[in-house]
T-cell receptor, first 114, second 113 residues
Framework: GDSVTQMEGPVTLSEEAFLTINCTYT??????LFWYVQYPGEGLQLLLK?????DKGSNKGFEATYRKETTSFHLEKGSVQVSDSAVYFC?????????????FGSGTRLQVQP | DADVTQTPRNRITKTGKRIMLECSQT?????MYWYRQDPGLGLRLIYY???????NKGEISDGYSVSRQAQAKFSLSLESAIPNQTALYFC????????????FGPGTRLTVT
């Protein structure tokens, strides 16, 4: 079945550091890929998405490229801020329920220190 | 006002009690979902509904039931709560068709003692 694997956290960075959070997936066919962010005490919010191979999703300085050859969708940001501290979830819309539901990774907590 | 609301936000209950978690949305979406979040496990799908007359089990539906009272309302019930149902519960909505983006409520933290 479909699955998403994320790097374990927490990831601790200093402000203005470069961020990479790795995400790889297993799925049949051509899933859509997502990054969701969960700020403390809140629900998940869509951060960015990509619906086909080689697409690059971007939002708020974050980017991720859909790499079918490596089945990856790594999240990157060139210069993190304290306000980026949150839990980040990689997800895919694949075979589960005929692409009508999302399969989530376990989440990666990011802590940015001033 | 939030598009997806959940009540209560926090609940402590005892083993064996029946409890209902409620979700309301103003986005006008047909599709609604219930997930639970456990540390280190991400989110897992409990139930989903694609319209008022459509209710389906997700990955981990045992011990749960749902009711879709209206397009805007989707409730999750634990008929007889047990401690391993202690978790963070999220409601989500999405449009129909080929849109897979989901919109989440703020979550309900449930503790079963």
């Amino acid at each position: 079945g479909d699955s998403v694997t994320q790097m374990e956290g927490p990831v601790t960075l200093s402000e203005e550091a470069f961020l990479t959070i790795n995400c790889t997936y297993t799925a049949t066919g051509y899933p859509s890929l997502f990054w969701y962010v969960q700020y403390p005490g809140e629900g998940l919010q869509l951060l960015l998405k990509a619906t086909k191979a080689d697409d690059k999703g971007s939002n708020k300085g974050f980017e991720a490229t859909y790499r079918k050859e490596t089945t990856s969708f790594h999240l990157e940001k060139g210069s993190v801020q304290v306000s980026d501290s949150a839990v980040y979830f990689c997800a895919l819309s694949g075979a589960l329920l005929g692409r009508r539901a999302l399969t989530f990774g376990s989440g990666t907590r990011l802590q940015v220190q001033p | 006002d939030a598009d997806v609301t959940q009540t209560p936000r926090n609940r402590i209950t005892k083993t064996g009690k029946r409890i209902m978690l409620e979700c309301s949305q103003t986005k006008g979406h047909d599709r609604m979902y219930w997930y639970r979040q456990d540390p280190g496990l991400g989110l897992r799908l409990i139930y989903y509904s694609f319209d008022v007359k459509d209710i389906n089990k997700g990955e981990i539906s045992d011990g749960y039931s749902v009711s879709r009272q209206a397009q805007a309302k989707f409730s999750l019930s634990l008929e007889s709560a047990i401690p391993n149902q202690t978790a963070l519960y999220f409601c989500a909505t999405s449009e129909g068709g080929r849109s897979y983006e989901q919109y989440f409520g703020p979550g309900t933290r449930l503790t079963v003692t």
